[in-house]
């Protein structure tokens, strides 16, 4: 094949995905507009999954926002920056017993996940730890597939789990608790309202932050990186701005959309069992989750709104948005959660090899 072949082989391709890609965030940003109108907490966000979940499941072509998600997950990482004031750190100590119960919560999640897993659904070992692990999707995708689990069950679990997490807590605190959402276009300024000279420095903060945190492999450098500097910032006094409400329901779309773009491909007809599996799991970790925050709301004076967005088996950036849209302090979920992955990065994999060596003596 020519050059000029390849050129215009590699110009159809990258024109293809740019139209599956426009097409795809059409499709969530309508279902985020349909879901606008009933009231829900994180509209958007569900709005957009929905959508997007149905037709992928349904054998839709879709395009992953992949780099429109790194944009949008620096975006949250400014906006939870800015939550981040000298208040909020005089009373991170004060949440050392909240954080203590997290990991006992994780522990005990994660060994009745396993166990239900392994001996009653019959998963293979390294694929019921990793799928049983109430966080850090992506790396236990990873570490539970070189360590000789399916990664293709561990993903859909982990996906099930997040998907259920976004869409069960809003629609529980609307109906259920009768929860209206805030009027985020009010608590929050427009693009019009910001400054230019407070507009360079949430942009710089979102380049520059992620920059650092890609270059000494933080995990989900966007997000953290853009976070931390955006608390330099804001701790700094050099500005209290916060991203305009356009760029924050954009954010919504994307990872809504994201999230309903890790069903592509999959088709209940197919894994039935691993679903299922899925699933339960899924309600098991939140109903586990709502259970603890029940449980120590009444010995801690938190309420239990905040603790169980806390403790929620969801992502960072799903969770935050969470909190935003149900009037609950973000930088206390985030911190919990930011926790959360952390420990579960570093101690699962530790933990699994200690378990394996265990057995293998006996």
């Avoid at 910001?194 to 933080?218: C, E, Q």
């Avoid at 007809?269 to 299922?276: A, D, M, V």
Wanted: charged share 10%.
């Amino acid at each position: 094949m020519t050059p000029e072949a390849d050129q215009r082989t590699s110009a159809k391709t990258f024109l293809h995905a740019t139209t599956r890609l426009a097409v795809t965030l059409a499709i969530g940003t309508l279902g985020g507009w349909i879901l606008s109108q009933f009231r829900i907490p994180l509209a958007w966000m569900l709005g957009a999954m929905i959508a997007t979940t149905i037709i992928a499941m349904a054998g839709g072509r879709l395009q992953r926002p992949i780099r429109l998600r790194v944009i949008m997950l620096a975006v949250l990482g400014v906006m939870l920056g800015s939550a981040f004031t000298p208040a909020v750190l005089q009373s991170i100590p004060g949440w050392f017993a909240t954080l203590s119960a997290m990991t006992v919560f994780v522990a005990m999640v994660t060994v009745i996940g396993f166990f239900g897993l392994r001996q009653l659904l019959g998963f293979d070992q390294p694929t019921a730890f990793f799928s049983s692990v109430p966080g850090g999707l992506t790396d236990m995708v990873i570490t539970g597939g070189a360590m000789g689990g399916d990664d293709r069950s561990i993903a859909l679990i982990h996906s099930v789990r997040i998907m259920l997490t976004v869409l069960i807590i809003p629609f529980w605190f609307r109906f259920v608790e009768g929860v209206v959402p805030a009027n985020t276009a009010s608590a929050i300024a427009t693009i019009g309202d910001l400054s230019l000279s407070d507009g360079f420095m949430l942009l710089a903060a979102g380049i520059v932050g992620p920059l650092v945190a890609r270059a000494i492999r933080i995990p989900a450098y966007p997000l953290i990186g853009a976070m931390v500097a955006s608390m330099g910032i804001h701790l700094a006094g050099v500005t209290a701005a916060k991203p305009p409400i356009e760029l924050v329901n954009a954010a919504q779309i994307v990872v809504g959309t994201s999230i309903g773009c890790r069903f592509i491909g999959v088709s209940i007809r197919e894994i039935p069992e691993t679903l299922f599996a899925a699933v339960i799991t899924g309600l098991y970790m939140l109903a586990a989750a709502a259970l603890a925050a029940l449980s120590i709301a009444p010995l801690t004076g938190v309420s239990f709104a905040a603790l169980w967005l806390a403790f929620a088996p969801g992502g960072l950036p799903e969770m935050m948005l969470m909190s935003i849209a149900l009037g609950v302090d973000p930088a206390f979920v985030s911190t919990h959660h930011l926790y959360r992955v952390i420990l579960l990065v570093i101690i699962a994999p530790l933990s699994y090899r200690l378990y394996s060596q265990w057995r293998d003596r006996r």
